[in-house]
């Protein structure tokens, strides 16, 4: 049987819904109330205030811990100093010399990294300096290894760590030491205020050395290098320079510091040395060059000036008086004009004649 399908019918077509149309409260008619928040606004802030107490607890826990540890580490990188300091003093008594050699430069760094301790350590290693060159060295030998290694790291420290620490160097035997820059660069000696009385410094090598203000009473100098050391300050009363280097030396100083009275500077070499304010009284400066030397203001009373060399020497305001200068070479009336003189000067013939020489010994002689 065929069946027939019904027409559809077209489906009516679709129109927006128009929106309903709320029925107008009425004035004056209650509002719907909003949910009450205030309750939820602690609830979180609570929960900030223990997030921050829970942070701030961490963060003390935490430099807590790290300043344990600090400490820890400090405590123990100081136990490590203190061992290494006891077998480096251990090392020094020890019989073998490259043991006492491994001693001292173990000093020396910790020294340099242990700035607290530098005192200590620059005065163990000058009492070794001090104890093991009491006695001069055999005949033909050299000071002792050890004893210029600690001598050299003594010499060579950071002087702005000493504190109070002045090195104590009196009556060593040290000839023939050299404590020169081995490169341009290096530092030199550091002997600042260092006591080294009656010490024996013979053919010392301390080119550009700082002895300013020590104490070299009575040190034997004799044929030392001095070249450009710095002497200001530094008491030299009874010192023997004999056929010492002093070129661009600085001998400058105020009276209470420097005594250079008797001194024998005899052969010495003074080139551009700084003597102004010096007093040379009685000195024995025979045959030594003093070319470009400053003795402005010195006092020569009485001092041997024979074989001399002066060229450019400034001798303004020096004191002349009964000074022996007749065969110093170089001289000039230019330069003895400048100076005190009077009729106790021995200068030599061509200067005695000389008319302005004449007349400034006789202006001083009318002064009188």
Do not use: C
């Not at 009516?12 to 009450?36: H, I, V």
């Amino acid at each position: 049987m065929l069946v027939v399908p019904r027409p559809r019918t077209p489906a009516a077509t679709a129109r927006p819904a128009a929106p309903r149309q709320l029925p107008a409260e009425p004035e004056g008619a209650p509002q719907p109330s909003t949910p009450d928040n205030h309750g939820l606004d602690w609830a979180r802030r609570i929960e900030l205030i223990s997030v921050l107490v829970a942070a701030f607890v961490g963060v003390v826990g935490l430099w807590y811990s790290t300043n344990q540890v600090r400490q820890e580490l400090a405590l123990s990188k100081e136990g490590q100093i203190t061992d290494r300091y006891t077998n480096a003093v251990e090392n020094l008594g020890d019989d073998a010399m490259d043991v006492r050699l491994g001693g001292i430069y173990a000093l020396q760094r910790i020294m340099q990294d242990w700035p607290r301790d530098h005192p200590t350590i620059a005065n163990v290693l000058a009492t070794y300096v001090r104890t093991h060159s009491s006695k001069p060295p055999k005949k033909g030998q050299d000071v002792p290894a050890d004893v210029f290694a600690a001598l050299t790291v003594l010499a060579h420290r950071d002087p702005t760590r000493d504190d109070s620490f002045f090195p104590d160097l009196r009556k060593t035997h040290l000839p023939g030491i050299e404590l020169r820059p081995r490169q341009v660069g290096d530092k030199s000696a550091e002997l600042s205020r260092a006591n080294l009385s009656d010490a024996n410094l013979t053919r010392a090598v301390l080119v550009d050395a700082n002895l300013t203000k020590a104490n070299l009473t009575g040190v034997n100098l004799t044929s030392a290098n001095l070249i450009g050391a710095n002497l200001a300050g530094a008491n030299l009363a009874g010192v023997n320079l004999t056929g010492a280097e002093l070129i661009n030396a600085n001998l400058a100083r105020a009276y209470r510091y420097l005594e250079l009275r008797t001194m024998n500077l005899t052969d010495a070499n003074l080139t551009d040395a700084n003597l102004s304010n010096t007093d040379l009284t009685d000195a024995n400066l025979s045959n030594t060059d003093l070319t470009n030397a400053n003795l402005s203001n010195a006092n020569l009373s009485n001092a041997n000036l024979s074989g001399a060399d002066l060229p450019n020497t400034n001798l303004s305001g020096a004191d002349l008086s009964g000074a022996q200068l007749r065969s110093a070479g170089y001289l000039r009336a230019e330069q003895v004009v400048k100076a005190v003189i009077d009729s106790t000067t021995e200068l030599p013939a061509y200067l005695a004649e000389d008319p302005a020489v004449k007349a400034r010994i006789a202006e001083a002689e009318g002064g009188h």
